[in-house]
């Protein structure tokens, strides 16, 4: 049956106008050189809250280091963290290479061409699913990320709030009567790209929009007004500091995060989460000096660093630190040199601070 807001619609002009201008004007990327549906897979889940422009490096090395499924499923995890580190949301690649390894395992290397089987893969959601189905094996499945909401939010003038979860159902009913079954694929890329390039969340480009006939919103004139969407709760704030705390060999002490939790298993400096009330040098100092089970002589403020994360905002004081020892290493810290730094995966904040302290010394 076909969803209501397609009435009087002229589906197969809409499809033939969007299709055409993606062939001429999508971007040369470097997931877009071939259909692999595990190339297509590692660039989706990348491109996930991250921005086409900051994903481009951080896929070209991805795919250097770990072209085939099989290499990704049984690398180390530091290894694949550190292909990852600083594009943030860590958990996205710890989940593909669970997946990729079933893949591999149960699969026999091919990623799955159903919906079912694709979605019961840890990791993939609707969203990645669809785009997988469509792009790499020609499969008329919906896409509903971001960009196509916003781009028909104002084409069919749809005025439901895109930040509640079931609203990306109704988006996915309209896109089975729409998408279309001879171009899946370049009809959801296409989807894609206008979102990205032309109907843009803030001052949409509608003169140079292909569909702009079909386009309820602008015809009204109230492309600017939608989608509809509500505000995010405001992230709150942790204050913390930061130890770079050297040895008498001039190395400084990692350590490594927990198992579970947020940034889990990545390396830091060590760190304390500071009780505004009772902030000073002695307290830190001291415990400090029970975490790490050495005498801890606390220095200088060196630096101040502020990292927000979607939820939380941390503001971070770094502190340079000494110890009269050599120092202990366990499983979960290390003592390392400038050199030896780089080969651990660290989270946007902490490279922050490597940067600043290594950059000075």
Not at 333 to 356: G, L, N, T, Y
Request: aromatic share 10%.
């Amino acid at each position: 049956m076909q969803y209501t807001k397609l009435t009087d619609f002229q589906v197969e002009n809409f499809q033939t106008d969007l299709i055409e201008w993606f062939k001429e004007n999508q971007r040369t990327l470097p997931w877009r050189e071939n259909k692999d549906p595990y190339r297509v897979w590692v660039s989706e889940i990348m491109l996930q809250q991250t921005r086409v422009d900051t994903v481009i490096p951080y896929y070209l090395n991805f795919m250097r280091e770990f072209p085939t499924l099989e290499d990704l499923a049984y690398a180390e995890e530091d290894r694949i963290l550190k292909a990852w580190e600083g594009l943030g949301y860590y958990s996205r690649v710890r989940n593909l290479q669970t997946a990729v390894r079933e893949v591999v395992e149960e699969y026999d290397a091919v990623v799955p061409r159903s919906r079912v089987d694709i979605s019961k893969l840890k990791g993939v959601g609707p969203y990645t699913a669809g785009a997988i189905l469509s792009i790499a094996y020609g499969q008329p499945e919906p896409a509903v990320d971001g960009n196509v909401m916003r781009v028909l939010s104002r084409v069919l003038e749809i005025d439901e709030d895109i930040a509640k979860p079931k609203t990306r159902k109704t988006f996915e009913e309209v896109l089975y009567e729409l998408i279309s079954k001879e171009d899946p694929s370049s009809f959801n890329q296409g989807m894609m790209e206008l979102g990205a390039l032309i109907c843009t969340p803030t001052s949409p480009g509608c003169l140079l929009c292909p569909v702009r006939t079909h386009c309820r919103a602008y015809k009204k004139g109230i492309q600017d007004t939608l989608p509809i969407k509500s505000k995010k709760k405001k992230a709150k704030r942790k204050r913390m500091a930061a130890f770079v705390i050297v040895n008498e060999t001039g190395q400084v002490l990692i350590e490594k995060r927990p198992e579970t939790g947020l940034l889990a298993k990545l390396w830091q400096f060590p760190n304390v989460e500071v009780d505004s009330h009772s902030f000073n040098k002695e307290n830190m100092a001291l415990s400090l000096s029970e975490q790490v089970g050495e005498t801890i002589i606390l220095g200088d403020r060196i630096q101040k660093v502020e990292h927000v994360f979607s939820h939380i905002i941390w503001d971070i004081e770094v502190y340079q630190a000494k110890i009269e020892a050599v120092g202990i290493e366990d499983a979960t810290h290390r003592w390392v040199d400038h050199h030896q730094i780089e080969e651990f995966a660290f989270p946007v904040s902490h490279q922050k601070i490597i940067k600043h302290y290594f950059d000075g010394v």
